[in-house]
């Protein structure tokens, strides 16, 4: 009775939003009223060029351009694995527009790393840049009052929400519940592209959204993500798709949406001076803000860390997106390009595929190119990266992927590691990114043991969100700063590689618009290898393993209830999995799964290594019984 009354409710009021969802014209062209009234025009710079500064990121792009040709394309592409380099060079690229940044993003928080790009833009436009964001609703901005001062911090900026609950910039969880109820389809079609380009020469895209734990910022859980920065021929693709989703009808100006139109009308009295408008942030740590807008007008920081391993290539770089509003409709599919240019490049792997992802979620596309792969006369090596229930806040996308091991590793020939929560390679880069405070701070040197570049968190499902306690990760045996794999990138045969926004499961596959850059070039692949490998080494990930057999005719019992379990829908209630967490013992050599040896150097840690007994590993156990039946929407 008590669910009946729930589902009650909620199509209530989802029947209650929809009926006054749309606004009139007249309350539309009253906040464009308010906004023309009061919006900033001064100009802090009357050069030609906005008084942009000199970026020798953006003149290696100009040049490329200046010697591309229709056959011979021209590209300069750097990888930002390190947060510093990916946070440094965002800003100088900001600072050195000339005409237009364009931003697309899933998610944007108002803590350091969000307020400080915000404000970074809101400067830009100030000299006369063209700014424009697109953000998608369900994450970004949730703060109507700060919405409010963005539609009128100046007249070169402007933002746009991506696919509104409800035609509203913030939604509340009755809303949220009512949006799954009401409108299943529309509401799960996110845009989870990540885009900056500058002055359509220059782009960076990948896995960060701007939040503090994507850049190493965030005290208590940080990811473990990566970005390309692309200049030259492949960023007028990036112009070109950024401009369809700009046009497209989801996105909503900020005075379409009810609730910031409100405010808007509320608040119609013209601020007297732009900084009433739009004061200074208020930063929670301002000494490592400060060291990194330092840096990013520090040339010789910029030639010391972000120019040395750039590649100039003259291979193929594409760029690619899915359309906006993707579907599963057979007259659409065109609108999953991106999606189906990726699984195309790894079913064509002859010897090795190597597959970064922080949801270990295989949609049935997915399923089909790695299972016939793996029955090839000679199949390739596949190469899985990918979080341990430690390391993840996703644990009910972790719940499914742990009940699928056995397939994984026998019908599909997997070698899966599972990044360690406190893993030493990521604790090295935080160590540099996440310092604060400190005379003489902005000239410390980074550590020896730094990565050296190579050229709150996404929600998942419906299963909880980014904010409040539902998005904490399960709590741990060990103590410390824990790190989580966010990133989505693919090498295939050492000839090319892929980094973009895509986890290869079934929502980026049939929900949410994905993009990224794939780089025909074997130099690139090689960086990126090396630099997805040492996330598997045997300090930094667990390696799931089949159980070794103790009692041999019980073990084979037990594996039997297992399969029978594994393929029911739900009840799937069988605590014994067929493969389990492995670590590396001290003192021997590292191998493969695969080896007659491996069990002579390495030791069973269980199936949840480091997790602490808690509700939410009582309710990974029960995702994986009962859950098979979201798999989709995870």
Request: aromatic share 8%.
């Amino acid at each position: 009775m008590c669910l009946h009354r729930i589902t009650l409710l909620l199509l209530l009021t989802s029947l209650s939003l929809l009926a006054g969802c749309s606004l009139s014209q007249n309350q539309i062209r009253w906040a464009d009223t308010v906004v023309t009234a009061s919006v900033d025009h001064t100009l802090t710079c009357e050069h030609d060029d906005h008084c942009a500064v000199p970026s020798p990121l953006l003149d290696a792009a100009t040049q490329a351009l200046a010697e591309s040709t229709d056959t011979q394309p021209v590209n300069v592409v750097t990888l930002l694995s390190d947060s510093e380099n990916a946070l440094v060079a965002r800003l100088n690229l900001i600072r050195s527009a000339r005409r237009s940044i364009d931003v697309q993003t899933y998610i944007w928080d108002q803590d350091d790393a969000g307020q400080l790009i915000l404000d970074e833009l809101v400067q830009a436009s100030r000299r006369g840049v063209q700014v424009r964001i697109l953000a998608d609703q369900l994450f970004s901005f949730g703060d109507v009052n700060l919405l409010n001062r963005l539609a009128r911090v100046h007249s070169q900026f402007e933002v746009r929400l991506y696919n509104p609950t409800f035609h509203k910039a913030q939604t509340p969880p009755l809303e949220f519940a009512a949006g799954i109820v009401c409108c299943f389809m529309k509401f799960n079609q996110r845009m989870h592209n990540k885009l900056l380009l500058v002055d359509d020469s220059i782009g960076i895209t990948g896995g960060r959204n701007y939040q503090d734990r994507y850049f190493d910022w965030d005290d208590e859980f940080d990811y473990v993500d990566r970005d390309v920065m692309v200049g030259g021929a492949a960023a007028k693709a990036m112009a070109h798709s950024f401009e369809l989703f700009w046009t497209h009808k989801r996105s909503t100006p900020l005075t379409h949406l009810r609730d910031v139109n409100r405010s808007l009308v509320n608040d119609a009295a013209p601020r007297t001076s732009p900084e009433m408008i739009w004061p200074a942030p208020h930063y929670a740590h301002p000494a490592r803000v400060a060291r990194v807008q330092d840096e990013a007008g520090d040339a010789d920081w910029l030639a010391d860390n972000l120019l040395p391993d750039s590649l100039r290539t003259t291979s193929l770089v594409e760029y690619f997106s899915d359309l906006p509003a993707k579907t599963q409709q057979p007259q659409k599919r065109n609108a999953r390009e991106f999606t189906a240019r990726v699984m195309r490049l790894v079913g064509e792997a002859q010897n090795e595929v190597l597959l970064q992802t922080p949801y270990l979620v295989m949609s049935r596309r997915a399923q089909t190119i790695f299972k016939r792969l793996h029955k090839r006369e000679t199949p390739p090596r596949i190469i899985v990266s990918t979080n341990s229930l430690a390391s993840t806040d996703a644990f009910a996308v972790y719940a499914l992927s742990y009940k699928h091991r056995k397939r994984y590793l026998k019908n599909y020939g997997f070698e899966i590691y599972e990044l360690k929560p406190h893993a030493p390679g990521p604790a090295e880069d935080n160590a540099y990114a996440s310092e604060d405070g400190g005379p003489g701070l902005n000239t410390l040197p980074k550590p020896a043991n730094h990565r050296k570049p190579i050229a709150n968190s996404e929600t998942r499902s419906l299963f909880g969100s980014r904010r409040g306690r539902g998005s904490r990760p399960a709590p741990l045996i060990s103590a410390g700063r824990r790190f989580g794999l966010h990133a989505k990138s693919i090498v295939v045969d050492d000839n090319f590689a892929m980094v973009g926004s895509h986890n290869f499961d079934p929502r980026s596959d049939h929900y949410n618009t994905e993009a990224g850059v794939i780089v025909y070039d074997r130099d690139f692949a090689a960086q990126l290898r090396e630099d997805i490998l040492r996330d598997t080494q045997a300090e930094n990930a667990w390696v799931i393993a089949p159980r070794q057999p103790s009692i041999p005719l019980l073990s084979g019992i037990s594996e039997v209830i297992g399969d029978i379990s594994e393929s029911l829908p739900v009840f799937d209630l069988w605590p014994y999995r067929y493969a389990t967490s492995y670590d590396f013992k001290a003192g021997c050599t590292p191998m493969r799964p695969n080896d007659p040896a491996f069990f002579s150097c390495y030791t069973p840690v269980g199936d949840f290594p480091d997790v602490a007994l808690s509700p939410k590993l009582i309710y990974t156990r029960l995702i994986t019984a009962f859950g098979a039946g979201v798999k989709g929407i995870l």
